[in-house]
């Protein structure tokens, strides 16, 4: 079966770094499209940035210069590097693909940023 297994986040300072990273399972990972998404408190959940099978990205423009996102197919792990953390960026951050037009999702690993 698909499983995720998130790590990375924690509480860090404006202007700090993380790097989430997501294990996958159960599915071909190389050729599969993946997601980060976040729900902050109160919000609804939003796409944070994708990665296909060929490598392409695309960012939310509110982390557009300051997230990367990336995977090891060796590894069958999702990265995402978060730069110049804001205290908007503050929420539960989960991993995501769509395989045969279900969504599977990550438990989430909480983000804090705060001074």
């Known amino acids: 079966q698909v499983q995720f297994v998130e790590s990375g986040g924690g509480l860090v300072q404006p202007g700090g770094s993380l790097r989430l990273s997501c294990a996958a399972s159960?599915?071909?990972?190389?050729?599969?499209?993946m997601k980060w998404y976040r729900q902050a408190p109160g919000k609804e959940r939003e796409l944070v940035a994708y990665i296909d099978s060929g490598g392409s990205k695309v960012y939310a423009d509110a982390v557009k210069g300051r997230f990367t996102i990336s995977r090891d197919n060796a590894k069958n792990t999702v990265y995402l590097q978060m730069n110049s953390l804001k205290p908007e960026d503050t929420a539960v951050y989960y991993c995501n693909t769509r395989l045969n037009w279900s969504d599977y999702w990550g438990q989430g690993t909480r983000v804090t940023v705060s001074s």
């Open positions: 159960g599915f071909t990972f190389s050729s599969t499209v």
